[in-house]
C-alpha cells in the first residue's frame, strides 16, 4: 500500500533499541557454536517458540540468558553490525542504541571487550552506510546503587563514546528514586540521561524519573496518560517518549494493537516517537512498528511524517544535525 511505502522511505531516527534485544536466533546460534556454548535450544524454530512471553520479567529472563553467548569483542561487533545493515535498510538513518554494561560485567566479560565492539560497529556503520549513531549506557535498575556507581565509573574513560545513561530492567520495585545519586553523578559528569518509565510501572515513576532523575526524555511513558497533570508537564517541556508498539504487544502492556495509545500521545501534543526497543525478541524491526500501528489506529502520511520528525527532534543530534532532516 502507500502508507507502507511511505514507511519504508521516509528517513528515520530510532531512538529505543537495546542492541542485546536484536540478537536474531540464527546469530544466537553461530555465536554459541563458535565459542562452545551449549544452548538451551537444538533450532531457531525452537528459540522462536520460546519468545511467548506474559510481562516484561518473563522477556527478561529470556534476555538475559540469550546474552550469555556474547563473550568477545568480534561477537558485539557482530551483533551491532547486523544490526545496523539491518536499520540500513529500513532507512533508518541515525540511531541511539542501549546496552546494558552489567549484564554482561556480572558473568565476567570486560566493560572494555563490550564497548569497543560496539563503537567499531558503529564507526563502520557512519562510514559505509552513512548512519550515525550515539550509545546510551543503561543501568540494570534490580541491581543495586553500588553496582550503578561502579558502571558509572567504568564508564569514564570512554565519555567521548556515551553520550547518556540510561534506566531499564524490572520497573515495578525499582522506582527511578533508588538510582538519584547515580543520574546526579552522571548528569555532573556531562553525560545527557534518560529512564525507562510507564511501561509496567505507573505514572508515579514517570513523574519520578522527571522530577528526580531530570532526565530529558523517557522511554515508554505509556501509563504517564493516567495522569492528567503529568501530561501537561510533558507536553508543556516537550519532554519526549520513546515509545515500543510492537514490545507493548508483546509484553502485554497493551492488550490489543487498536488499544495502542500512540495516536492518544500525538493527539494530546506529546512528542511521540516509534521504535522496536528489542526487535529480535518482538517480531519487527522499526518498519514493522510503523506499520502496526499505522494499520491499527489507521495513521496517515501526515502521522508517520510527524512521527519521523519527532524521532530528529527528540535525538542527541545538535540542532544544525537536527536541521538536515526535519
Ligand atoms: N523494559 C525494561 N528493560 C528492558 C527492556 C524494556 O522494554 N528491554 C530491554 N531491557
Ligand atoms: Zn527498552
Not at 540468558?65 to 540500513?88: C, I, M, P, Q
Not at 563490550?114 to 557512519?126: D, F, P, S
Not at 553520550?163 to 559528569?189: H, M, Q, Y
Not at 508498539?245 to 497493551?254: A, E
Amino acid at each position: 500500500t502507500t502508507i507502507e511505502t511511505f514507511i519504508q522511505h521516509i528517513p528515520k531516527a530510532e531512538l529505543h533499541l537495546h542492541i542485546e534485544g536484536t540478537l536474531e536466533p540464527e546469530l544466537m546460534m553461530k555465536i554459541a557454536k563458535r565459542n562452545e556454548i551449549s544452548l538451551d535450544y537444538e533450532s531457531v524454530d525452537e528459540i522462536k517458540k520460546a519468545y511467548q512471553f506474559s510481562n516484561l520479567q518473563d522477556f527478561l529472563d529470556i534476555y538475559y540468558a540469550g546474552a550469555n553467548v556474547l563473550r568477545h569483542e568480534t561477537d558485539f561487533f557482530d551483533l551491532t553490525w547486523s544490526y545496523l545493515t539491518k536499520a540500513h535498510s529500513q532507512n533508518i538513518v541515525h540511531t541511539e542504541i542501549f546496552f546494558d554494561p552489567q549484564t554482561h560485567t556480572e558473568r565476567g566479560v570486560a566493560f572494555s571487550t563490550v564497548i569497543t565492539g560496539i563503537h567499531k560497529a558503529l564507526e563502520k556503520a557512519q562510514n559505509e552506510l552513512g548512519i550515525s549513531s550515539k550509545i546510551i549506557m543503561s543501568i540494570l535498575r534490580h541491581l543495586d546503587e553500588d553496582s550503578a556507581l561502579e558502571t558509572l565509573k567504568e564508564a569514564l574513560p570512554y565519555k567521548e563514546w556515551i553520550t547518556a545513561i540510561g534506566l531499564d530492567s524490572s520497573e515495578v520495585g525499582n522506582p527511578p528514586s533508588k538510582f538519584a545519586r547515580v543520574f546526579e553523578k552522571a548528569k555532573t559528569e556531562g553525560f545527557e540521561t534518560v529512564a525507562h518509565a510507564g511501561e509496567e510501572g505507573d505514572a508515579g515513576y514517570v513523574r519520578e524519573a522527571i522530577e528526580i532523575l531530570k532526565v530529558s526524555r523517557i522511554d515508554h511513558g505509556n501509563r504517564s496518560l493516567e495522569d492528567e497533570l503529568l501530561i501537561k508537564h510533558i507536553v508543556e517541556n516537550k519532554i519526549p517518549l520513546t515509545v515500543c508498539p510492537l514490545s507493548n504487544l508483546k509484553l502485554k502492556v497493551v492488550k490489543e494493537a487498536i488499544d495502542h495509545p500512540l495516536l492518544k500521545m500525538l493527539n494530546r501534543g506529546m512528542v511521540a516517537t516509534v521504535n522496536s526497543d528489542d526487535p529480535a525478541y518482538f517480531g519487527g524491526y522499526i518498519n514493522e512498528n510503523f506499520l502496526a500501528m499505522s494499520e491499527a489506529l489507521n495513521l496517515t502520511a501526515k502521522h508517520v511524517h510527524q512521527l519521523s520528525r519527532n524521532s530528529f527532534i527528540a535525538s542527541f543530534l545538535t540542532q544544525e544535525e537536527k536541521s538536515k532532516w526535519i
